[in-house]
C-alpha cells in the first residue's frame, strides 16, 4: 500500500485561530515532508522530518510547526492563521529521503482562511 | 527563483496526439524527476531520470535530459483523455530536497 492519507481534506479557519493539520503513512517511510501549493505556484517545501529530526526551511521557519509522534504520523501546526495561509498542503513521504527517492503524495489538504 | 521550471503554464492537444512539456532548471544535478498531478489528487511521480542517462521511457511516457543545456522533456504519445493533469519537473537541491517547478497544465481534448 503505497498511500499516503491526510486529514481532513478541507479545513476552513478563523484569522487568528490555530491549525492542525495530519498526515499518515504506513509504508514505514524515513522521511515525511510538508509542501503548501498556491494556484498556478510550485509546490513550497515548508518542512520535512528525516526519522525524529526536523528540518524547517529557513523562510517559513517561524511560521509552521511539526510534529512525529511516531514513523507514521505526522502533522503541520498554524499557531495563529492569517489570510496568506490560505492555500493546499501537501504531505509526502519517501523511503530514505534521498534526492532521488520517489516521494509519495496526499490527496492534500485544502485550507481557507477567513 | 525556482530552481526548475516547465517552460510553459498551459497546453492542450486532441486525444490521440503526442504532446512534449519541457522544463529548465538551474543547478549541477544528479537526478530530475517528472511528476503528475490530477485533479483531487496529490502529485505522482511518473518517471526519475539521473545526470548520466539522456533518455528514460515509461509505457507512453519518454523523458529526455540535456546536461548542457541544463533542460528537460518530457514527452506523451497517443494521449488520453485522463492524461489531463498538470505536470511537474522536480530538480534535487542540495542532499535531501527537490524543488518544483510551478507545473504545465495539460489538457486533452476529446
Known amino acids: 500500500d503505497t498511500t499516503v492519507k491526510q486529514n481532513p481534506r478541507y479545513k476552513l479557519a478563523r484569522v487568528g485561530k490555530p491549525v492542525n493539520l495530519i498526515c499518515s503513512q504506513t509504508m514505514n517511510h524515513d522521511t515525511m515532508y510538508w509542501y503548501q501549493k498556491k494556484p498556478n505556484q510550485a509546490p513550497k517545501l515548508l518542512l520535512f522530518?528525516?526519522?525524529?529530526?526536523?528540518?524547517r526551511e529557513a523562510d517559513t521557519f517561524e511560521k509552521f510547526q511539526s510534529s512525529r509522534p511516531n514513523n507514521s504520523f505526522c502533522s503541520l501546526y498554524i499557531g495563529s492563521a492569517g489570510l496568506e495561509y490560505s492555500a493546499m498542503y501537501l504531505c509526502?513521504?519517501?523511503?530514505?529521503?534521498?534526492?532521488?527517492?520517489?516521494?509519495?503524495f496526499g490527496p492534500g489538504t485544502r485550507l481557507l482562511v477567513l | 527563483s525556482q530552481l526548475a521550471e516547465e517552460n510553459l503554464w498551459a497546453l492542450s492537444v486532441h486525444e490521440g496526439e503526442s504532446v512534449t512539456v519541457n522544463c529548465s532548471y538551474k543547478t549541477s544535478i544528479t537526478a530530475l524527476q517528472w511528476y503528475r498531478q490530477k485533479s483531487g489528487e496529490g502529485p505522482a511521480q511518473l518517471i526519475l531520470i539521473r545526470s548520466n542517462e539522456r533518455e528514460k521511457r515509461n509505457g507512453r511516457l519518454r523523458a529526455t535530459l540535456d546536461t548542457s543545456s541544463q533542460s528537460s522533456s518530457l514527452s506523451i504519445t497517443a494521449t488520453r483523455c485522463e492524461d489531463t493533469a498538470v505536470y511537474f519537473c522536480a530538480s534535487n537541491y542540495g542532499n535531501e530536497k527537490i524543488t518544483f517547478g510551478a507545473g504545465t497544465k495539460l489538457t486533452i481534448k476529446p
Open positions: 509526502a513521504s519517501s523511503p530514505t529521503g534521498g534526492a532521488q527517492d520517489t516521494q509519495y
Open positions: 522530518y528525516y526519522d525524529k529530526i526536523l528540518n
